[in-house]
């Protein structure tokens, strides 16, 4: 009962302290708004270290914070190697691919209404398709390289991009295309100098969104099929095994990826679109 007392006596502290720093007169500085979400994730894997220990939960059904960090410690040639085949070859291609053909799509909706009104239904429809239905499909279609799992990445970004893209082109205000009418701007024109950057928060909500997705698409298409590298095929194969531990070193490096990725284009987002009053907002 020791590390159940010291869990929850962390858990105090770390609690008192975080509400006196996100309430204290130096909240909106940086320093404290990265000590805080920091402060509190530490927390979790404090109270998950000593709950474990403290109740004895077997290795097979729930390995320590420090178990899983020892199997990352002493597995990175094959956790590089995983992250490599998944991440780099299925999620990034497929990510490039389905983003770009939703813009390029969306761009040819918003000049065709008979599309709008056609295309859009279907996306919708497609998009709410389950990955475990389609991810075999394409792994049969395409092979079990990395390809079919771009492939299933595409399918999974393709819908959520496009909606946000075709919303965003008809987010500028009528008097502002009006203008660019006096001005005689062509159709190209007024999407390359108006209508493109309004857009730009509403595509990159969609990018946002597609970032986590594209990750857990490559890894559910592995399940299905894949060489003997990938994080899906390295999860379900130590699954078999009870491998814990290694389960959860894949499980860590995904969700370190997706968060690195999802960060990097939050970053672009707030270079390309300074001018808008939700980023000034942010600071």
């Known amino acids: 009962m020791i590390w159940i007392a010291f869990a929850f006596l962390f858990w105090a502290g770390a609690w008192a302290l975080n509400a006196r720093l996100a309430n204290g007169p130096a909240a909106g500085t940086r320093a404290v708004r990265l000590i805080v979400p920091s402060l509190f994730g530490l927390t979790l894997l404090v109270m998950w270290e000593a709950v474990v220990r403290g109740l004895n939960v077997p290795q097979v059904i729930l390995p320590t914070p420090t ?58 429809f497609a998009a709410a398709l389950p990955i475990v ?76 969104i597609a970032t986590t997705l594209a990750l857990i698409g490559a890894i559910v298409a592995e399940f299905f099929g894949s060489p003997i590298v990938g994080m899906g095929f390295r999860i379900s ?23 690195a990725f999802y960060g990097i284009v939050a970053m672009i987002e707030k270079a390309v679109t300074f001018w808008h009053p939700s980023q000034r907002a942010r600071g």
Not at 161 to 183: F, K
Not at 238 to 258: D, F, K, Q, S, Y
Request: aromatic share 12%; with cysteine.
């Open 67 to 124: 178990e899983i960090a020892v199997q990352i410690s002493e597995s990175l040639p094959i956790l590089w190697v995983d992250f490599v085949q998944t991440f780099m070859k299925g999620a990034l291609s497929g990510y490039a691919i389905g983003c770009a053909a939703a813009v390029l799509v969306a761009v040819l909706i918003d000049r065709s209404p008979f599309l709008q009104r056609g295309l859009l239904p279907v996306g919708n």
């Open 133 to 208: 239905g389609t991810a075999p499909i394409l792994v049969m279609w395409f092979g079990f390289g990395w390809q079919s799992k771009s492939a299933v990445v595409v399918a999974m970004v393709f819908f959520p991009v496009l909606v946000n893209a075709v919303e965003g082109l008809a987010a500028s205000e009528r008097m502002q295309r009006d203008l660019m009418a006096t001005y005689s701007a062509s159709y190209w024109q007024t999407l390359w100098k108006l209508r493109l950057p309004a857009a730009m928060p509403f595509i990159f909500n969609g990018l946002k």
């Open 237 to 259: 194969a130590e699954v078999g095994r009870l491998n814990l531990p290694m389960v959860w070193a894949e499980i860590t490096v995904a969700a370190l990826a997706g968060s």
